[in-house]
């Protein structure tokens, strides 16, 4: 077959240019350069209006004219804690998938410490990275090392990053918690306890184990929610604590599955019968959740979904389909429902 | 502080070119390169007068020249058949570890697809990646897909890629299974089976399993071998079988973790105390081996170490340490002694 339509020059629409945004935001192109590239503090209120500007205005760094530069090394970067984690690895799966053949994948370790994100960032884009998935952002380090240089596409991994132009993709874990806790209730559970994280950490599951509790008009007293530390030592410890109190509960939602594989050790130690005696859920769906016995129902991080979307966001970006400014992606969490529930 | 020693100019020995090696194996310059790219067939005496060659005169490809060469993309590619299995994360956690910040590491998942393995290392080489570390080679397919690009240094996993030179990382599973029997046959066992992977699969498990017999004065009777798929309902089947025999093991050693987390299954539902009526050894210490209840003895695969391995022989071509011939490094796996033992 012979391709016989004419050829068409698209038609690019006026594109706005950075003095574009200068000039809508009042400020100088240097100014806006600093709040783009994050490398100079720019006070908050001139920050907003540059970012308002960029909106509107649906500014988009040259992406496209970056890439036909010569030095472009066809690799995205993905920032990770530790790829041996096997959320990491799923996000950096899907990732790949995403980008197929047009882009390596470039996993980089930070083992949590801010300063070596800080210099992997560097490292990654002085090589030339074509994009950056930043899924290592402790929320409150966040601005300290996130890399804001505006002609290399960052996307981040939940709501740490507040700037025009880094895409986020969000898991609703809030809500796959509130419904964790629903199917708790539905099979007849009246008092239901949580095993959380640390208090600074996870808060959406704890909200979506409250929402849940009031909208079916049960009580939320507080020595139902015990701290927890995300290890298996610490969730034993948690269901030991709880048992022991004068109120028992009668079903426990984990905020992970560590802590709920404890939960389970401290069941047995207690002669409980899952699900007859206590009902218990977990977070995550680590391979062990289905290997342990009885079989953890738990929820289903997106793991795969989110380096998968995390590669189209920045696939995107770079070859022009789209342009300006930020785009959040929220991906639902699956509960999983095996024998403890 | 001001640095005061004379500048020298290190002595670099005669180096062996592709021209001596052709002389001395009594070939052609291009048959020799035919040998070190693979890219045609050499009749098997030939190809074996120039490996021999290559080893005697220790040719170096130019690895350091080509580093100088603009286009290196200072990157390290490992080809793994799927980053999410924990054996492939721990293997390139352990290579990026051993890279440090001197090259970046690109992953590239093959699903097992020989076709799509080849398209990778096509794709990897033409992008300029400075090294190769090979972990998705099959036993079968190994001669079809392996690049040996003489200018590339390449790391192959066990013994599938021989090539004079591609080094070598090689877990040393036969010693490790015979020294788990050893231990099963000290605890007392005297029956002992095997869960077996399919019968072209895994056979230096297999192989020390038997040593291990040999070697105690025991006997191996055939029917005490019974192959499964690797799967937890192969193991779960395999042990159900082995149980109904007129003489059932008082020991099992499993080729791998799933299919001895399938054993125990079968164990729970036959009413048997572990390890007071059996006794279980799996093979790879996944996740889930620490967390069933009980706990699984088991032997931990060096994935991390052999990532690591495999990073330093890449970097020891790169930066001049290594020249010629192929070096073989063989990494020991250890035993893991939980509750089933």
Redesign the interface.
């Known amino acids: 077959m012979t391709d016989t339509s004419p050829v068409v020059t698209p038609t690019t629409p006026g594109r706005a240019t950075i003095a574009d945004v200068a000039r809508v935001s009042g400020v100088s192109t240097t100014t806006v350069s600093h709040v783009l590239t994050g490398k100079r503090p720019v006070a908050a209120a001139t920050r907003d209006r540059v970012q308002a500007a960029v909106s509107q205005l649906h500014y988009r760094p040259n992406h496209v004219a970056r890439n036909l530069r010569v030095g472009s ?3 995205i ?1 993905v920032v990770v804690p ?3 984690n ?1 959320f990491y ?2 996000l ?2 899907g990732l ?2 995403a980008l197929g ?1 047009d882009y ?6 930070t083992d949590g410490s801010a300063g070596r994100e800080r ?1 992997l960032v560097g ?2 884009l002085a ?1 030339g990275a074509d994009g950056l998935v930043m899924a290592s952002v402790e929320h409150d380090s966040a601005g300290a090392t996130v890399p804001t240089r505006y002609d290399t596409p960052v996307v981040c991994l939940g709501e740490s990053i507040d700037h025009p132009l880094v895409d986020r993709v969000i898991a609703a874990d809030g809500e796959a918690s509130r419904s964790a806790v629903e199917h708790l209730v539905s099979r007849g559970a009246r008092r239901v306890a949580m095993i959380s994280g640390p208090a600074s950490q996870g808060g959406s599951r704890v909200a979506g184990y409250q929402e849940a509790l009031l909208e079916a008009g049960l009580r939320v007293p507080k020595f139902l929610t015990v701290h927890g530390d995300w290890t ?1 030592a610490g969730g034993r410890a948690a269901l030991h604590r709880l048992m022991r109190s004068a109120h028992p509960p009668d079903a426990v939602f984990c905020a992970n599955d560590l802590m709920a ?1 404890g939960a ?2 401290a069941a ?1 130690e207690l002669d409980l019968t899952l699900p007859a005696d206590l009902r218990l859920i977990g977070f995550d769906d ?3 959740a289905s ?3 009885p079989a953890l129902t738990t929820i289903a991080n997106p793991a ?1 979904e989110t380096g998968w979307s995390a590669g189209k966001l920045v696939l995107d970006r770079l070859q022009g389909r789209h342009s300006g400014s930020r785009r959040t992606v929220v991906l639902p969490c699956r509960l999983i429902v095996r024998e403890t529930s």
Chains 1, 2 share one sequence.
């Open positions: 090394s066809q690799m970067a530790d790829i041996t096997p690895a799923q950096t799966r790949a998938d053949s390596g994948t470039w996993v980089c370790n210099q490292d990654v090589r298996r594989i389970l050790d047995r680590i391979e062990a290997l342990v016995s795969y």
